[in-house]
């Protein structure tokens, strides 16, 4: 990957996460498309935990595929699933996750692995989203070369659509991320930077196939692009998370979020 060609277009001055009004009593879901995807955006989690909001983690696929047969015995799907399940409920046991605020989905994937665009998984999706009700929904950017990311996008937006009440989209920056907007970001320094790499080496097949293939860890492939987001965004920070915020039912929010903003619909 090349990060100097992979430029976020900023359409506006960007806001500080930080800097908005979100109430302690909205609910919040991270819908991972893989196990791992909470994590890459761990530093804004830990702030939405501190500020009183509940967490809740949907894992929507195995993500199996993602570990080398080198990695365990036997290298089957069924090990390969359950290794990264243990790695996912580590590392979310280390942030301070109640357990029972991680869901693995287990949505119905195709013969490479990728998310099936299915009516199964529409209706297990919108079940768990309606028995969480969450105000702010983060998921990756659907500009991007993962077909499960842009898939699992797909699949939310329809529920999105549908959800009846004012609802908040965050998309991040991933590194596999074509091209987007920064609208929000959090910015952070080098001891958050060291406890993000810690929890993101809870992932250990996934950083030891960084390693294999890049020559570095899945933490520092993470943080390398949260400092060229800093960069990118013009931030007064080292490191930064990065956001696109898409509004589903409401002309604003800037009641309740502190910021204006175009809606989807």
């Known amino acids: 990957m090349n990060l100097d060609t992979l430029e976020p277009v900023v359409s506006h001055r960007p806001r500080s996460i930080q800097a908005l009004t979100i109430y302690k009593e909205l609910n919040l879901l991270v819908l991972a498309p893989h196990p791992d995807d909470f994590d890459a955006i761990g530093v804004t989690m830990r702030f939405f935990k501190e500020n009183g909001n509940r967490l809740y983690v949907a894992v929507a696929t195995s993500g199996a595929r993602g570990v080398e047969d080198s990695f365990c015995t036997p290298p089957t799907l069924e090990t390969k699933a359950k290794i990264r399940r243990q790695e996912q409920t580590a590392s979310c046991r280390f942030f301070g996750l109640p357990e029972n605020h991680m869901t693995f989905l287990r949505l119905e994937e195709d013969n490479t692995g990728q998310l099936l665009e299915s009516k199964a998984n529409i209706q297990n999706l919108r079940r768990h989203f309606q028995s969480r009700r969450p105000s702010m929904v ?13 898939r699992v996008y797909a699949l939310f937006h329809q529920i999105a659509l549908e959800a009846g009440y004012p609802l908040a989209i965050f998309l991040n920056r991933d590194p596999k991320t074509i091209k987007m907007r920064c609208d929000l970001y959090l910015g952070y320094g080098e001891e958050m930077a060291v406890w993000k790499g810690k929890l993101l080496r809870f992932h250990q097949s996934q950083h030891q196939r960084n390693l294999n293939q890049r020559g570095y860890g899945m933490d520092e492939r993470i943080l390398r692009i949260d400092r060229h987001s800093a960069l990118a965004c013009s931030l007064n920070a080292p490191y930064a998370e990065i956001f696109e915020l898409t509004l589903f039912g409401s002309q604003n929010l800037d009641d309740i979020y502190g910021l204006k903003v175009s809606p989807d619909i």
Request: net charge negative; proline share 8%.
């Open 138 to 150: 983060f998921l990756p950017h659907w500009n991007d070369t993962n077909l499960t990311h842009q």
